[in-house]
């Protein structure tokens, strides 16, 4: 190791170490719902009505479709 010591000056620092794992905490936390939130415009596009949670999003649709509803009521015992 001695012939990468003339190359490599390795030294820990704590202050950047500390403010990298704040800053990918910070961006993973920003990427995320930055991600959700294009999923929540589409759906609003669409005309759905959304809730925003972190890592995911739920959309409301106000009628089901019949063929949905027939086997809902068909396969109500399998399904549950």
């Known amino acids: 190791?001695?012939?990468f010591s003339k190359y490599l000056m390795l030294s820990i620092?704590?202050?950047?170490?500390?403010?990298?794992?704040?800053?990918f905490i910070s961006f993973t936390i920003i990427g995320t719902l930055?991600?959700?939130?294009?999923?929540?415009a589409f759906a609003k596009m669409q005309g759905f009505e959304t809730s925003l949670h972190y890592g995911y999003m739920n959309f409301n649709m106000d009628s089901i479709p019949k063929d949905i509803e027939e086997i809902s009521k068909k396969y109500?015992?399998?399904i549950s």
């Open 1 to 3: 190791m001695a012939i």
């Open 13 to 23: 620092k704590p202050m950047l170490g500390l403010w990298l794992l704040l800053g």
């Open 34 to 40: 930055t991600h959700e939130l294009g999923q929540v």
């Open 76 to 78: 109500k015992d399998e």
